[in-house]
């Protein structure tokens, strides 16, 4: 099975500040992540797929790079509903796995 | 509205058995392959189980196999999760999530879960 590390597992930050998020896989998954976005009681909501690529109405100020195994989530600049927990998930092979999320808390 | 809704969880004794439903709407529910995904409490995800369109591939987590079966209905835009042998350690939500395949101007670029329903808690404890 592939397995997902993410750091940091905890960040805090400030409204303005750019933020970013590593997932490192423990083999080669080419492009094939995704990142999600989690608030408190509520379900997950895909932000990126492909490693890049934008889902449909998500905000530009979140990109995703890498490829193979280091791949980034970034935050241009930190908005109060940015505020929650993020995973990435590699959707190269079976098992589905998911990062152990990195949460993003208010300075 | 595209929407995903699951039903029947609840309170189960460790050792009993719980059948998970999700109802699709908004969509063309037989055009999608889908998952179930779960979140122990204050924990992280866990995907569990995939079911191609047809339902004819199947995949598991070590978690769930042997005791939880996936299945669905497209005739009934529906999904279900069959638990059996149910243990303390499965109480989480359990969300019903569809697997969206996307594509550039070159192909295939991989999947997604890109619609996910509001979950339904399962509580295993005596």
């Known amino acids: 099975d592939i397995q997902l590390t993410q750091s940091p597992s905890f960040l805090s930050a400030s409204v303005g500040d750019r933020v970013t998020i590593t997932c490192r896989a423990s083999?080669?998954?080419?492009?094939?992540l995704a990142w999600y976005q989690q608030k408190p009681g509520k379900a997950p909501n895909l932000l990126i797929y492909a490693a890049s690529t934008l889902h449909s109405g998500v905000p530009s100020r979140f990109s995703g790079s890498g490829s193979g195994t280091e791949f980034t989530l970034t935050i241009s600049s930190l908005q109060p509903e940015d505020f929650a927990t993020y995973y990435c998930?590699?959707?190269?092979?079976?098992?589905?796995?998911f990062g152990p999320g990195t949460k993003v808390d208010i300075k | 509205e595209v929407q995903l809704v699951e039903s029947g969880g609840g309170l189960v004794q460790p050792g009993g058995s719980l059948s998970l439903s999700c109802v699709a709407s908004?969509?063309?529910?037989?055009?999608?392959?889908m998952t179930w995904v779960r979140q122990a409490p204050g924990k992280g995800l866990e995907w569990l189980s995939y079911i191609s369109i047809s339902s004819a591939i199947i995949y598991y987590a070590d978690s769930a196999k042997g005791r939880f079966i996936v299945s669905r209905d497209n005739a009934k835009n529906s999904l279900y999760l069959q638990m059996n042998s149910l243990r303390v350690e499965d109480t989480a939500v359990y969300y019903c999530?569809?697997?969206?395949?996307?594509?550039?101007?070159?192909?295939?670029?991989?999947?997604?879960?890109?619609?996910w329903g509001q979950g339904t808690l399962v509580t295993v404890s005596s």
């Open positions: 083999q080669g998954i080419k492009s094939y």
């Open positions: 908004g969509f063309t529910f037989s055009s999608y392959s």
């Open positions: 999530v569809r697997d969206e395949d996307f594509y550039d101007s070159s192909g295939s670029v991989g999947d997604a879960f890109d619609i």
């Open positions: 998930q590699q959707l190269n092979s079976y098992p589905r796995t």
